[in-house]
């Protein structure tokens, strides 16, 4: 088998990161190796981490990032994975829950050539969605997505491949494809969309990306019932709304 690492990116997860690691451990294809990046988190999300290692089901590795970001943290676990052996790298985020042929699914891909995978995204069912936030939302994040293909700035003669749909909680690359074109920006979640700025460095030097809807990952609502779906919609779109506050971008 190709190594592989899973890279879950984590600050202040203690009270979540565990249904994500359970998740993880349900996965059909074992052959890989966990990087939780523990991004100088305050509670016990290294300890949850480091007690699940010792019976889980593959290797599991703790790393500190002390800089602030999803994009940064995401980029010293994907560094890391590749410095010590990964070729395919996969991310999920620490409140996410992966569908138990995630990676699997990521593995046949990126087995027949893909160099870039972004999977689907569907509420967690155990948060017990509404209507509308099983089907408007997802909806209106679609139709955004495609407002950003036809984007001037996103069609570019530059690009190799066209612009997809991306969520930074499910998404796959080679390592090689990772270094090549620069990973993960190292910004503060407030600062960018780290997923977007890969996707599109990734797009200016392969064509091999695909918008993969057999790999499914559900993502928490906390961030859309915090903050409502406009302005949940305004942070994804290039932050065009930002909580007052630096730390009020990490609800929970």
């Known amino acids: 088998m190709t190594g592989l ?10 009270a ?13 294809d074992l052959d890989f190796r966990l990087i939780v990046v523990d991004n100088a988190s305050t509670d016990d999300t290294a300890a949850v981490v480091r007690r699940f290692a010792g019976t889980a089901p593959f290797p599991v590795e703790v790393v500190t ?5 999803a994009g940064t943290a995401a980029d010293t676990g994907f560094r890391h994975a590749i410095a010590t052996g990964a070729t395919f790298l996969a991310r999920t985020d620490a409140d996410c ?10 593995r046949a891909y990126l087995g027949d050539g893909v160099e870039m995978v972004c999977g689907r995204s569907v509420p967690r069912r155990d948060e ?12 209106a994040v679609r139709t955004a997505a495609l407002y950003g293909r036809y984007r001037r700035a996103h069609r570019g003669p530059e690009f190799r491949s066209p612009f997809v749909l991306v969520h930074g909680h499910n998404v796959a690359v080679t390592g090689d494809l990772y270094l090549r074109c620069g990973g993960t920006a190292r910004e503060a ?29 559900e993502a928490s609502l906390r961030r859309l019932r915090a903050w409502g779906a406009r302005r949940t919609l305004l942070w994804y779109w290039d932050r065009r709304w930002r909580p007052p506050a630096s730390p009020q971008v990490h609800v929970r």
């Open 65 to 69: 990032e002390t800089e602030p970001g």
């Open 16 to 28: 979540s990161i565990g249904t994500t690691l359970r998740a993880l451990a349900a996965q059909t």
């Open 128 to 139: 017990r969605p509404s209507w509308a936030e099983r089907n408007v939302f997802p909806a």
């Open 5 to 14: 690492a899973v890279v879950v990116p984590a600050y202040n997860e203690a």
């Open 189 to 217: 979640l407030e600062d960018g969309s780290e997923d977007v700025t890969m996707l599109n460095r990734a797009r200016r030097v392969t064509s091999r990306i695909v918008r993969a809807e057999d790999v499914v990952v």
């Open 97 to 106: 829950l992966p569908a138990p042929d995630w990676v699997a699914t990521l």
